[in-house]
């Protein structure tokens, strides 16, 4: 469609304006995707070249080098210590030395048994009394966790030795135009200055490389094998078995079609539906009540407000199991409501799949409203009162003033939080566990899966209760897939993230 | 004359009309408050009930006693729970600031190669479920001995090393302070790290506050990481997981009020704390526009 | 109490943008120079390549013959005074002032003794106690002079450090920055995008332009001679006015034609103009407006329709309007005229001038530059900046149509 000339636009009446945007976004959102796909051989064009040009570099380096600069392409540190930067050199050296003897010790023969991840889980021997002996042999999970661990170490290994190489032709150059290349004590005073990024973030980045990059990894990897109840270490072996569980878990042709497949679709369309109207309800109905409470003229502001943040502090263990249990099928709310003869039935508030799946998502408002309500009242009070009063001067009713200035501006401040709380949404743990567990459980699902599990409740399930790990690591990965879709997409279409300053 | 009365007319109609308006907003108010207040009274009545542990079906206890407090501290290993949850709080809320506090500083202030990277990096890394990376933290804690009755130091470990990806609110809190600030502090001789301890950390006191207090409240209502890390070990339970337990199938009926107990002893510090903090708490969630 | 030297010093941000083309530059012990521009002219970049908070991408930056390219702000013995004065927040007035000397250590009791003495120089004794936010602007602005000063720094830096001040403090505080500059021998580097600053505070100006120096000299200079059309323009208010010209030889001289007006074109030009391989023919006049001599008359001269008169107080500012619609500026002493000819100017259509001849300026056509001043730079021509990545993609969109 050809775009319009800007001036016959802004001529159009409000809504007509409304229709052209709306038809226009979606007639180039087929041309915004492809860019967005565009991008990706791009970017690995990117990283494609970035390879060749850090190995045309190590190149060029080693052909220009001195012999120090050569020698230390073997013997780490070894041009620091002729260049008299004897601190650096030590480091460097003990680090090769560490390396070596842990790969020569260790580390190799993990990495040779990660090929197969074992041959043997238990020895049978007889001793001398004739009795037979069972020693454990070969435990897959340690192999696969020790050969990760040693690839951890060898792309870091490899990492300081080009750090090496580089720290040498630099040196080489200084030297070369007659620069005395810094001191070791220089160093370490330029992690308190220049270089105190690297002081502030080692620790922290280290942590997350052990306890949330490396776990990330294996896990991946559990994704290729059979490690479930059935092969536990370290009486069993687990091996690889490729794309096995993916066949399983997304098998979509009804001949082959997998209870697995069933129960994954149930419950993705739940916790998509779920994660959607948990966000915009609360959202909305948050948004709702902030007005309400700083509306002009409304007193003990403070006190709602406190109210409701109270909720936030009681842990939620206690509130929502308390929850739970009011309205289980036993629970107060449930005798109350006989008592007064509303009802002779009990209400299967928790138990009856439909209603079950109402009320989380209603309980979830008494969850979710109160920071939704301290968050839009943050923007709320951010939105320049001129703005109001002029709309005012011109005449503007207070539902116009609302639909006109409150909820664009809303919206574009809060559309980053709304993509942030929809993708915590989907990991919503807390909420469905303590206040259902996933029940009602069916017989139609597969892997202990109820009614209101989310793929993330069904995740702890299936490892907690099933011992099913390759298939809770499949899970894990298709989770992060559809979060990371959702959000490059939004990411790149959504105008909010894009204009910012229109409402700056 | 009569278009004079005519228009007082209207404005009373409208003083009225807003009137009206005021009083629906007053009554939906009170009625949200008493809704979002309904399960703390309810569990006030169900702790103090003297009479039958199990659930009954009457809101208010026909004997008020302190029995459901005298078993939660004498029969059961609450206490044991409540002091490894305070423990790994205290070390978690200084551990975790440091964390939060050093990245976000690193992060906001500083320009460095790879910066932009690491952000994303981090991003990514955040989009995995939690619990998918905590079955093989797990094996790692246990690999160094730090699950089961050792879990403690491990949870505490857990925490605070994942903290790092936790630090888009103090970003957010640095980026606000002008830049000329650092600027001006350079010039005047300071290292980059002496800027951070002497301009900017003076600076920041709400949100330090507020990073030591989520820091703090976090592990007293975390059931996942806690459970999957004390497995199978009462003795090193949090309060959340240890609770939890009362209200399976088995135990319901003789620990329901002492699980109310528990909670309200559980909720009462941690709340207390969180109401005192509050400002420090909505000034953080709302980027500093609303002084609570 | 240092020179400072720039040789050919270039910025580039990460994204492409080029800030400073090679800017060579030699400041004097105790000069006091003034950067001025438009607003992204590179001019604060320059200054703040010189305190060390932004790299040079190449080129040389000297003080006191030291190169100080690699070397951290604090180790460069300057101090600078911020836009926004980045007083510290939590820190007393005392404090604030005291911080960078008990920085490097100085001992308490000379501490005290120094931060007495900026604080008596800038009148601001009985501040000490307070914070920042108790202050007004003003008095924030001298915090921050005291701040820079205490430590008698090699060059003191400042950038635009009156531009949050009201009209009739920064008038104030000017006049104040002069006095200080009196107590104070020491280099000093001043930026602001305001002219009239740069004229009454600067030794020498740097007038910058996207990135390019246009013209360094003494206020005079700068005024008189102008060596393009954008210097021309920017120095001076109400603007310098222009005039399509043309050249003509005239017996030893030249001639300068706007329409049928001529003038004689002054001694000093001809001398240059003769030593040009080609006198271009078609060039602009620039006059300033006080150099208009309107002729009371409405006969002699150039004619132009009055469109706006301004009654400044004691001058008389007329916004006439050329044949072709090119406006003109004419500025008017009062003095010089009775009631009844201000009157009967105010009241008039349309005015008639003659050009005040030795102040005329002859610029180039196609670049800008002043015929008269050796080694002018020519105006660059403004392109609007495209990141790196971006210009690709434009290019391939050019490519497909």
Redesign the interface.
């Given at each position: 469609m050809k775009q319009m000339a800007e001036l016959d636009y802004l001529g159009l009446p409000p809504f007509k304006r409304r229709l052209h945007d709306i038809g226009r976004f979606f007639v180039s959102l087929p041309g915004r995707l492809l860019d967005l796909l565009k991008k990706i051989p791009l970017g690995l064009k990117k990283v494609l070249f970035g390879i060749g040009g850090f190995f045309a570099n190590i190149g060029r380096i080693f052909k220009e080098g001195d012999l120090k600069t050569r020698v230390s392409f073997v013997i780490m540190g070894f041009g620091q210590f002729f260049r008299r930067q004897i601190g650096r050199g030590i480091i460097f050296l003990l680090m090769e030395a560490v390396f070596i003897y842990y790969m020569a010790g260790f580390g190799l023969h993990y990495l040779a048994d990660m090929t197969t991840l074992g041959t043997e889980a238990v020895t049978k021997t007889v001793n001398k009394y004739g009795l037979e002996v069972v020693a454990y042999k070969d435990n897959s999970l340690k192999i696969l966790l020790y050969g990760v661990l040693t690839i951890f170490i060898i792309v870091g290994f490899i990492w300081t030795w080009v750090i090496n190489i580089k720290q040498n032709a630099l040196a080489q150059k200084l030297i070369a135009e007659g620069i005395k290349p810094k001191s070791f004590k220089h160093d370490i005073k330029s992690l308190g200055d220049e270089q105190y990024y690297k002081t502030l973030l080692s620790v922290p980045l280290l942590g997350i490389v052990i306890f949330t990059v490396i776990p990330i990894f294996f896990m991946i990897l559990i994704a290729f094998t059979n490690y479930d109840y059935s092969h536990l270490p370290p009486e069993k072996l687990f091996g690889w078995v490729e794309f096995e569980n993916f066949r399983t878990m997304l098998a979509t042709d009804i001949s082959g079609s997998s209870k697995f497949a069933f129960t994954f679709r149930e419950i993705l369309i739940w916790t998509m539906i779920w994660a959607l109207v948990a966000t915009f309800s609360n959202y909305f109905l948050g948004m709702f009540i902030a007005i309400c409470i700083n509306k002009k003229g409304i007193k003990f502001k403070k006190v709602f407000r406190t109210v409701l943040v109270m909720t936030i502090a009681v842990p939620q263990f206690v509130s929502l199991l308390l929850v739970s249990k009011m309205f289980a099928d036993e629970g107060i709310v449930n005798s109350l409501l006989q008592k007064l003869s509303v009802i002779t039935e009990k209400i299967g508030f928790l138990s009856t799949p439909e209603l079950a799946k109402i009320m989380v998502l209603v309980i979830n408002l008494w969850v979710g409203i109160p920071y939704l309500m301290l968050i839009t009242t943050g923007v709320l009070m951010n939105i320049p009162a001129d703005l109001y009063e002029s709309a005012k001067i011109d005449g503007a009713s207070g539902i116009k003033q609302f639909t006109k200035i409150t909820l664009p501006y809303m919206l574009f401040v809060t559309g980053p939080y709304l993509l942030t709380s929809f993708t915590a949404n989907i990991n919503n743990f807390n909420v469905i566990y303590l206040l259902t567990g996933g029940a009602p459980k069916t017989m139609a699902y597969e892997g202990g899966a109820g009614q209101t599990d989310l793929l993330i409740t069904w995740l702890y399930t299936l490892t907690m209760q099933n011992n099913d790990y390759k298939m809770a690591a499949v899970i894990g990965i298709l989770v992060f897939l559809v979060v990371a879709v959702i959000s490059l997409i939004v990411y790149n279409l959504s105008p909010s993230m894009k204009n910012e300053e229109d409402f700056q | 004359m009569s278009a004079n009365a005519d228009t007082k007319k209207k404005f009373r109609s409208k003083s009225r009309k807003?009137r009206t308006t005021?009083i629906l907003?007053?009554i939906?108010?009170t009625l949200?408050?008493l809704?979002?207040?309904i399960?703390?009274f309810?569990?006030v009545f169900q702790a103090f009930r003297g009479e039958s542990r199990s659930?009954?079906?009457?809101?208010f206890p026909k004997e008020w006693s302190l029995e459901n407090f005298r078993i939660l501290f004498k029969e059961t290993n609450f206490l044991n729970w409540y002091f490894n949850t305070l423990i790994v709080a205290l070390f978690n809320a200084v551990l975790q600031t440091v964390?939060v506090l050093?990245?976000a500083?690193?992060l906001s202030r500083?320009r460095?190669k790879g910066r932009k990277l690491?952000m994303n990096l981090?991003l990514?890394?955040g989009?995995?479920?939690?619990?998918?990376?905590?079955?093989?933290?797990y094996?790692?804690l246990k690999?160094i001995g730090l699950t089961s009755e050792n879990a403690i130091p491990g949870l505490i470990?857990?925490y605070?090393?994942?903290?790092?990806?936790g630090y888009y609110i103090a970003k957010g809190f640095f980026d606000t302070i002008?830049k000329?600030?650092d600027?001006?502090?350079?010039?005047?001789?300071?290292?980059?790290?002496?800027v951070?301890f002497?301009?900017i950390m003076?600076?920041s006191k709400p949100i330090i506050i507020y990073t030591i207090m989520m820091a703090f409240?976090a592990p007293?209502?975390d059931?996942?990481y806690a459970?999957?890390i004390t497995f199978g070990h009462e003795e090193a339970y949090n309060?959340?997981v240890g609770?939890?337990k009362w209200?399976d199938k088995e135990h319901?009926n003789s620990y329901?009020t002492v699980?109310?107990a528990g909670?309200?002893f559980?909720?009462v510090p941690?709340?207390a704390l969180?109401?005192a903090l509050?400002r420090y708490?909505?000034e953080g969630?709302?980027?500093g526009?609303?002084k609570? | 109490m240092a020179e400072v030297s720039l040789t050919n010093v270039k910025k580039q941000y990460d994204n492409g943008f080029v800030a400073v083309h090679d800017f060579n530059l030699e400041i004097k012990n105790e000069e006091f120079i003034v950067l001025v521009g438009p607003s992204g002219c590179g001019k604060s970049t320059t200054l703040r390549m010189i305190a060390g908070l932004e790299d040079i991408t190449d080129g040389e930056i000297a003080i006191d013959g030291t190169v100080v390219n690699d070397m951290e702000p604090k180790d460069r013995d300057i101090a600078m005074v911020f836009q926004n004065y980045a007083l510290y927040p939590h820190m007393s007035v005392y404090e604030n002032i005291a911080f960078g000397l008990r920085l490097r250590k100085v001992p308490n009791k000379e501490i005290h003794q120094k931060v007495l003495e900026a604080a008596e120089i800038l009148g601001i004794t009985e501040l000490l106690g307070r914070k920042p936010k108790q202050l007004s602007g003003g008095q924030r602005q001298r915090v921050a002079i005291g701040r820079a000063i205490v430590r008698i720094p090699k060059v003191f830096l400042m950038d635009e450090p009156l531009s949050n001040l009201d009209a009739k403090l920064r008038n104030q505080m000017r006049a104040e920055i002069i006095l200080l500059r009196q107590k104070i021998r020491t280099t000093f580097v001043y930026v602001t995008h305001d002219q009239t600053e740069a004229m009454t505070l600067g030794d020498r100006i740097v007038i910058m332009k996207d990135g390019y120096v246009m013209q360094v000299g003494t206020p005079q200079e700068l005024f008189n001679h102008p060596a393009n059309l954008f210097v021309a323009g920017f120095i001076g208010t109400p603007q310098m006015n222009f005039f399509d010209a043309v050249l003509k030889k005239s017996g030893e001289g030249y001639k300068a034609a706007v329409g049928d007006y001529e003038v004689n074109v002054p001694k000093y030009i001809c001398d240059e103009l003769d030593k040009l391989e080609q006198v271009p023919e078609n060039v602009q006049l620039g006059v300033r407006p006080e150099n208009l001599i309107i002729d009371p008359l409405g006969e002699k001269g150039i004619r132009a329709s009055i469109k706006v008169t301004e009654m400044m107080g004691s001058e008389l500012h007329i916004h006439a309007e050329y044949w072709d619609g090119k406006p003109i500026i004419l500025k008017v002493q009062i003095a010089d005229l009775t009631d009844e000819e201000q009157n009967r100017l105010i009241s008039k259509e349309s005015v008639a001038f003659t050009f005040r001849e030795r102040t005329i300026n002859l610029f180039r056509n196609d670049d800008g530059r002043n015929l008269a001043v050796p080694g002018a730079v020519p105006v660059p021509k403004t392109e609007k900046f495209v990141p790196e990545e971006k210009s690709k993609k434009n290019k391939k969109d050019n490519k497909k149509k």
């Open positions: - | 807003e005021r907003i007053y939906f108010l949200l408050c809704i979002w207040l399960p703390f309810y569990l659930m009954v079906t009457y809101v964390i050093s990245v500083y690193a500083m460095f690491l981090m990514i890394l989009m995995f479920p939690g619990f998918l990376s905590m079955i093989a933290t094996f790692i690999l470990l857990v605070a090393a994942s903290s790092g990806m002008p000329s600030l600027e001006a502090a350079r010039i005047d001789g300071a290292t980059r790290s002496r951070f002497r301009i003076p600076m409240i007293w209502g059931f996942m459970s999957l309060v959340a609770l939890y209200l319901i329901f699980f109310c909670g309200l559980v909720s941690v709340t969180f109401m509050q708490y909505v969630v709302t980027g526009a609303v609570g | -």
